[in-house]
Each structure stands twice: as structure tokens, then as C-alpha cells.
Antibody, heavy 120, light 113 residues
């Protein structure tokens, strides 16, 4: 069974950093891209970025709203993807989801999400 | 970025009646090489991640009840719930995956009248 579990969310002050993890199981992690999305409270879904599988270079792409602030990485040996978030602002407050693939495909597998609250 | 616009923002439908949600994209989502429209529909209930209902605009995901159907092409798409059930109360999103920067509609909240 494919499972994705996000962790690392919580309350953080503006300007600080936070690193989220997406721990996968039930599939060959290294074969898939991993996407990150976020959903502000009561709002819609926003694409944050994704990281390609090593087969396709292992490179990442980002939404304009987070480029230069957020970094996505992966450790295929541990089946974990990371979302490093720096210089956080209040409008980064959201539930952050990781998904398997979702690059030029619909998204079947989502994690349950982890809430990040940026507040003083 | 491709902008996805859903209508209405919310609708209330009686049990057993039809619910119809529209989604328009700012550019076409049909990829000519495979003749597929890169459009999906999701259902989201409170406290849960989105659940895939429809992909390629009209293909029902395995396990999704057949009262859910998708149609449309180009820039105009529709999700229809043919006979609304109580468990269908949720927010529904359309999603374009034509570009690597996938974007979503703002969501349509479906309630029971």
C-alpha cells in the first residue's frame, strides 16, 4: 500500500526556518517525482514545487512564490523527500502536502498533510 | 501560469438530484500528441487530503461511484454528480496537469439543500 507521511510542521516565528519531511512506503521511492502542495486555511490548493527522480536528473522546480526561499531535496536510500523553508512569512501558513508524482499526471497518492503556522 | 476558474463557488442540491460544476482554463489542456486533456477532478472533505475522482477529463478513478462523471475538452470542463448522496458533501477542485506547475480551481462547495 502506497503511503506518504508528512512531518515537521508546527508553529514558527516569522523569518525563521522549518524543514518538512515526506516519508514514503509501499513503492520504489527513487522511481518517482515528489511534489509539494500547500493549502492555506479555508483556501484552495497551491503548487509549491517538485523534485524529479534521479533518472530524470533529480532536479527541482519551484513556484514563483517560493523560489529562492524553499528548497526540495530527496534521500532515496531513506525514501524521504524534504522541503526546507526559509525566511517564513505569515502567508506561508498552510497545510503542506506531499504527493507521489503529479508531474504531468493526475495525483492519486497524497499524504495527510502537516500544518505550518507562521506567527509571532 | 494556467488559471483555472470554477463556477459556482458553492451550490446546494437536494438528495438524489444532479449537481454540475464548471471549470474553465485560461489555455487549452489538450495535448495533441496523445489527444488527452490534462484535467482532473478531486473531492476534499474537511481534515482530509484531496481524493482523485476523474482524470484525463473523463476517466473515472478506480473505486469512484459511477454517479460521478467528467466531460469537456479544450478549455471548458464539467463535473457532474448525477444523483447527490449525503456522503458527497465536500469541496470539489479541478486541476490542470498540462504544465509541470499544476494549478487548481478555487473549489466548489457542494451542500445538501
Amino acid at each position: 500500500e502506497v503511503q506518504l507521511v508528512e512531518s515537521g510542521g508546527g508553529l514558527v516565528q516569522p523569518g525563521r526556518s522549518l524543514r518538512l519531511s515526506c516519508t514514503a512506503s509501499g513503492f520504489t521511492f527513487g522511481d518517482y517525482a515528489i511534489n509539494w502542495f500547500r493549502q492555506a486555511p479555508g483556501k484552495g490548493l497551491e503548487w509549491v514545487g517538485f523534485i524529479r527522480s534521479k533518472t530524470f536528473g533529480g532536479t527541482a522546480e519551484y513556484a514563483a512564490s517560493v523560489k529562492g526561499k524553499f528548497t526540495i531535496s530527496r534521500d532515496d536510500s531513506k525514501s524521504i523527500a524534504y522541503l526546507q523553508m526559509n525566511s517564513l512569512k505569515t502567508d506561508d501558513t498552510a497545510v503542506y502536502y506531499c504527493t507521489r508524482d503529479g508531474v504531468l499526471t493526475a495525483i492519486t497518492y497524497w499524504g495527510q498533510g502537516t500544518l505550518v503556522t507562521v506567527s509571532s | 501560469d494556467i488559471v483555472m476558474t470554477q463556477s459556482p463557488d458553492s451550490l446546494a442540491v437536494s438528495l438524489g438530484e444532479r449537481a454540475t460544476i464548471s471549470c474553465k482554463s485560461s489555455q487549452g489542456l489538450l495535448y495533441s500528441s496523445n489527444n488527452k486533456s490534462y484535467l482532473a477532478w478531486y473531492q476534499q472533505k474537511p481534515g482530509q487530503p484531496p481524493k482523485l475522482l476523474i482524470y484525463w477529463a473523463s476517466t473515472r478513478e478506480s473505486g469512484v461511484p459511477d454517479r460521478f462523471s467528467g466531460s469537456g475538452s479544450g478549455t471548458d470542463f464539467t463535473l457532474t454528480i448525477s444523483s447527490l448522496q449525503a456522503e458527497d458533501v465536500a469541496v470539489y477542485f479541478c486541476h490542470q496537469y498540462y504544465s509541470t506547475a499544476g494549478t487548481f480551481g478555487q473549489g466548489t462547495k457542494v451542500e445538501i439543500k
